[in-house]
């Protein structure tokens, strides 16, 4: 099977979150896409039909799977203005230890600090950046076991904490993984407890708000999403003549 049929195969396990994608009589792996990440996808070794569950970051791309591929979900980000709180939530009121893996050293040290203030009943098992190679992946693994931490938040960018993820599912029991993006820096970042401000989320204009954050993913949204679009385009028109 080809990457691209690969790829139109695990599209079928987009999803809508349900609150029993947090039962974690299994370990569960969850990821997110947008038009530019499922591409980088693509392009990676990463088994993608490893995820229990991929949700759709992002309205636009939520658009083009209703339009290409007739499937019809709902917008779930790992942000404030849609899953972390529910996540870390529970966490919290279950008493779940739960870890940070992502972003640069300060940024996740300050992130943590934040979450703290935010949530004081918050089991905060472990934190640490998300610069270390595969070399790290056994002691980490041995680390999350030793410290029965039960839910897993990876802010290392595409396909690193995807790959990761699915690894770390394959190799512990009963844990819950989502990756989170640049939640971690953004979070980190801010001086509000939400990085978006609520009309910009109202009016789903979070990419602009984002290029404005960080003028660098400029070249992102301007180059690389119009490659990404057109490609999926494209594995439509495959698709649809399999």
Known sequence: ??????????????????????????SR????????????????????????????????????????????VKRHSFDFTSLADVVIGYACNQDKPIAFIGSDFESNQLFCSKIRSQYKDINLGYSRDGYFGKEEYPALRNFIQENSIAIV?????????????????SQLSNIIIFTCGGFIHQHASTENEIYYPHIIDKLNLRFLYRIFDEPKLLKRYIYEYPRSIFWLFKLAFKDKNV
Do not use: C, H, W
């Open 153 to 169: 938040i990876l802010g290392m960018g595409t396909p690193k904490q995807d790959e990761l993820a699915i690894y770390l599912k």
């Open 29 to 72: 792996a969850y990821t997110f896409v947008n038009p530019y990440s499922v591409k980088l996808l693509s392009e990676s070794n990463i088994q993608i039909n490893q995820f229990d569950k991929i949700y759709v970051d992002g309205i636009l791309m939520v658009f083009i799977l209703r339009l290409l591929f007739n499937i019809r």
């Open 1 to 26: 099977m080809s990457r691209d049929d690969q790829l139109i195969t695990s599209l079928r396990k987009i999803a809508n979150f349900d609150i029993s994608d947090l039962d974690d009589k299994k």
